[in-house]
């Protein structure tokens, strides 16, 4: 057993290399609009992280989570993950009250 908090063979970055890498992750091209697939109002959420596009498309009320996809590009993710939630929301069932 080695020692707490350490991981052994693993190497630690320095404070200035641990902020440098936490730059090269952040979020770019940042948009979210509204809009209704299938009769559900829902969040669409697009980003950039590094060279890709990734696409989460959210119910609005709640905020669940329903469909993500990735791309090349804002589009690309986009139309993947509009599709992926208009084919699961399709299926929902709505129960009249």
């Known amino acids: 057993m080695g020692q707490p908090g350490r991981n052994p063979g693993r190497e630690t970055l320095k404070a ?9 992750m952040k979020p770019d091209h940042q948009t979210t609009r509204r809009e209704e697939l299938a009769g559900w109002p829902v969040t669409i959420d697009t980003y950039r992280l590094g060279e890709v ?3 989460t498309v959210s119910n609005a009320d709640p905020g669940a989570r329903i469909a993500r ?12 993950a ?7 929301l399709a299926q929902t069932r709505r129960f009249t009250t």
């Not at 996809?69 to 993947?80: F, K, L, N, P, V």
């Not at 509009?82 to 699961?88: C, G, L, N």
């Open 16 to 24: 200035g290399e641990a902020s440098l890498a936490a730059g090269l």
């Open 53 to 55: 596009y990734h696409c």
């Open 82 to 88: 509009v599709e992926k939630a208009t084919r699961y």
């Open 69 to 80: 996809a990735d791309g090349s590009t804002r589009e690309e993710a986009e139309s993947r």
